[in-house]
Every structure is written in C-alpha cells, then in structure tokens.
C-alpha cells in the first residue's frame, strides 16, 4: 500500500476512535480539538519518538505557561491605574516572553509547541463559561485546565504516533491492484 494511503487510513481510524472517546467516555476529560493540535505537532516535529516527547514536554509547558498568565490575570485590580487592558497585555507579553525565553533550555526548545499549549488553554479557558476563574484554576479537578489540556496533550501526541506505527504496517500491505510480473 502507498505510504500516503497507509497514513491516511491509519489517521482516519484512529481519528474515529479518538472522537469516540472525547464524545463519549471521555467526555469532559480529553478534547479532542487540542489532541488533533498535539497529533499534528507530531507529525510536523518529525514523527518518531523524540517528536512525541518533544510535543507532550513543550505543549505541557505551554500549558504551564497559560495557566500561570491566567493565575495573574484574575488578580487584576479593576481599579488600576494601567488600566484592565493594558495591564493583561503586559501579562501576557510577559509570559510569552518567558515561554520564548525557556527556549534556551533544550527541553523547551520546541517554541511553535509550546505556543500551541498556550493558546490552547487559553481556547478552553475563554470559550468554555465559568472556567476562568480561581476554584477551576486552583482545583484539583479535571475542570482544570493544566490537567485535562495537558491530558489532551498527551493522547494526542500518542494518537500521533500510534497512527503513523499503523501506517507503517499497513504501507507493508502489497496492493490489490499491482500485478506482479
């Protein structure tokens, strides 16, 4: 079987599955938006082990990083002089700043990754009601998003790699249609 047909098949499925759990059982627990975010670093990364790990560390940072800049954002004070609005883009550009600057540590190399960890919780924090707030961010439930996007995070970088092992074994199919001579 051609390469692409394997990876596309493998994908396909596995994207299946994973849909199944992010709409059924693990409803709640595994987005399946960030893991598809997560797979395709994978596979951009290069996917092989080293992209997995490189994909779940920097996207868990990432992560990291949005939930403290979220931590001290609700600690804004209405009443500051700066004003609300330029006081969260300080925030922010300060903790982007940072999640740029870790990139000194190989570990956190992988910049684009840990931007996808970033905006990804902060995707789920500002579009799911009544999740940017303190008890959420501080609890530990699996309301909090360091947890589950992190959660998501890893599944997808497996899912990633799951699908391109399946590729693997399927592009080792002879095809139907090619005679042999």
């Known amino acids: 079987m051609e390469k692409i047909t394997a990876l596309s098949l493998s994908i ?19 987005f399946i938006w960030a893991a598809t975010i997560a797979w395709a ?21 990432g ?11 609700l600690k804004i004070d209405p009443e500051i ?10 925030i922010v550009a300060g903790a982007v700043i940072v999640l740029c600057l870790s990139a000194n540590l190989p570990q956190f190399a992988i910049i684009p990754v840990g931007v996808l960890g970033y905006s990804s919780t902060f995707a789920y924090l500002l579009q799911t009601p009544d999740k940017l707030n303190q008890e959420v961010l501080l609890g530990a439930s699996l309301n909090n998003p360091l947890l589950v996007i992190s959660i998501s ?25 090619v005679r042999k001579r």
């Open 12 to 30: 396909g499925i596995l994207s299946g599955v994973a849909t199944y759990f992010a709409v059924g059982p693990a409803a709640g627990v595994f």
């Open 41 to 61: 670093a994978y596979f951009l990364l290069g996917a092989d082990r080293e992209a997995a790990i490189n994909t779940i560390i920097n996207g868990i940072f």
């Open 63 to 73: 992560v990291f990083m949005a939930w403290i800049t979220a931590l001290l954002l």
């Open 81 to 90: 002089s700066l004003g609300v609005e330029i006081t969260t883009a300080l």
């Open 153 to 177: 995070f890893i599944l997808g970088s497996v899912f990633g790699h799951l699908s391109n092992q399946l590729a693997g074994k399927l592009s080792s199919i002879p095809s139907p249609l």
